[in-house]
């Protein structure tokens, strides 16, 4: 089996799996832009659905998009969030354009073949 047919194969099986993964995250940041807790002072206590939703409070926390008070309410810092969503941006785009760019060389490399 070619790589090319390999990484076709694992698309549908890797994006499943990376749904629920984003889909937690964006739950997570929308709970507290609703209540509108962008600050200390109106900082929120977030019902977390399971180990996803604890893991990703816990590294959003870590990376300081989320700020916590000592009772353990949470907020979210919006210019953390913008700077955060910019890295994630570029960092999404440089990886298609290296998907793009591999799966172009192999498809040249196969036609000599």
Do not use: C, K
Request: aromatic residues 4%.
């Amino acid at each position: 089996m070619r790589l090319v047919d390999l990484l076709r194969t694992l698309s549908p099986v890797l994006l499943a799996g990376l749904v629920p993964i984003l889909v937690s995250r964006r739950r997570l940041i929308r709970s507290f832009e609703r209540a509108g807790a962008t600050s200390p002072a109106s900082a929120i206590t977030v019902q977390l659905g399971g180990p996803l939703g604890r893991w990703w409070l816990s590294r959003l926390t870590r990376l300081r998009v989320l700020g916590s008070t000592p009772d353990g309410s949470h907020w979210v810092d919006l210019d953390a969030l913008a700077a955060y969503r910019s890295v994630r941006r570029r960092r999404a785009v440089t990886i298609v354009i290296v998907i793009l760019l591999s799966m172009t060389l192999l498809a040249v490399l196969s036609r000599g073949e």
